[in-house]
């Protein structure tokens, strides 16, 4: 069983800076992709950015240049470093494993980006 919890969300102003975690309890043997996805109020969710198991690494268009992913193995934690960041960032931030073909997810952070 694998569970993610995420932490880092908060306020911020246009401008700013965050960094989210993803800590990931259980095994991470059989990991295939990591990742960041976001869902914006009324809106579906959407992805942010994903690494697979050889660390080929997508961004979404919005955040290129932006956001960041890192991962420290060791201490099972995945990273999302967010800069620049803009009031349409405004979104609750979920953590995705996919493992052995299961999708697991966390129960998200929000972040608020205020003009």
């Known amino acids: 069983q694998v569970h993610l919890v995420e932490s880092g969300g908060g306020k911020v102003q246009s401008g700013g800076s965050l960094r989210l975690s993803c800590q990931v309890s259980?095994?991470?043997?059989?990991?295939?992709?990591m990742g960041w996805y976001r869902q914006k109020p009324g809106r579906q969710r959407e992805m942010v950015t994903i690494?697979?198991?050889?660390?080929?690494?997508t961004y979404a268009t919005s955040v290129k240049g932006r956001f960041t992913l890192s991962r420290d193995s060791a201490k099972k934690t995945m990273y999302l470093q967010m800069n620049s960041l803009k009031p349409e960032d405004t979104a609750v931030y979920y953590c995705n494993i996919l493992k052995f073909g299961i999708d697991y997810w966390g129960k998200g952070t929000l972040v608020t980006v205020s003009s």
């Open positions: 690494i697979t198991s050889t660390d080929d690494t």
């Open positions: 259980g095994s991470i043997l059989g990991i295939n992709v």
